[in-house]
């Protein structure tokens, strides 16, 4: 019964937690950091942990990890939000470590997600029962551990980085969504192109693009046979802006301004500037700049505040046109 609860297309649990891996055997990517004979992945079959941070941008497998990890491992499994909780939950739970190590001989493998979301003190508190082997800590985080997680505990656990999924990863994980009779989506369809559409635009993120199938899934009616075939015209509708990973205040920040200076410098040709320069139309040159960074802010759909990103392009532009302006005409 639980089962064919859970083919339906409107389940209890949304079908990306549905078709999380169980095993690292259906885990699909990050190869270079599960594939066998690499370090992590002997550590889980031989349950021989070892803390761990697990960085990696949202959907690249950080919680699943730690789950299939829960799967293998004989010590307590104990999953703990950085969201939701305090320092008093956090003794709380190191105290509950202590006292089944004491009971049973074995340690606590301690799953913080979003552990960046900890201030230092936080962090701090874990730091007596990771070196006295009571836990062993494995903390997933969307951001740079050098920058948001203590130098106490990074030289106590190893980093591993996930990278984004691949464009070929993303559809593998969408074709098992829709031929998994158990876990998936039941009498959906969708071709190549339009799975291929989906994971372009999900910005390798698994949990995006499955969420993505599902509401496609849910908005297109049944055919006659039964069937809900999905095209890219309805994944446009659902989707309506790709997937960018965007923080305001964090490293992406700086990584798309970088993208824009590149793009800019790509697009803004030498022939062009040199012509605006030897005519000293600078307000020609400044409105070039404004509507290139327009035309890339839509491209990217990035709701922020393009201030910013003027300036800094802006300013690569203008080192470039002084850079053509006084240079030999054999260099132009």
Known sequence: MAKEQESTLEPTRPLADRMRPRTLAEFVGQQSVIADGTLLHRLIAEDQLHSLILWGPPGSGKTTLAQIIAHHTKALFMPFSAVVAG??????????????????????????????????????AFLPYVENGTIILIG?????????????????????MLEPLRINEVITILKCALSDQERGLVGVKADDQTLEFIAHYASGDARAALNTLELAALSQSANEQGERLLS?????????????????????????ISAFVE????????????????KDDWEAFDRSIDTLVSRLRRKLA?????????????????????????SGPEER
């Open 140 to 160: 997933a985080t969307t951001e740079n551990p050098s920058f948001e997680v203590n130098a106490a505990l990074l030289s106590r656990a190893k980093v591993v």
């Open 232 to 256: 890219s015209e309805t994944i446009k509708t659902v989707m309506q802006r790709a997937v960018l990973r965007y923080d305001k205040s964090g490293e992406e920040h700086f990584n798309l």
């Open 263 to 278: 793009r800019a410098n790509r697009v803004l040709s030498r022939d062009a500037i040199a012509d605006l320069t030897r």
């Open 87 to 124: 320092i008093k939950e956090v003794r709380t739970v190191m105290a509950d470590a202590q006292r089944y190590q004491q009971a049973t001989g074995r340690r606590t493998v301690l799953f913080i997600d979003e552990i960046h979301r900890f201030n230092r003190a936080q962090q701090d």
């Open 302 to 326: 990035v709701h922020t505040d393009a201030s910013h990103l003027i300036q800094t392009v802006r300013g690569e532009g203008y080192v470039l046109a002084c850079d053509v302006k006084w």
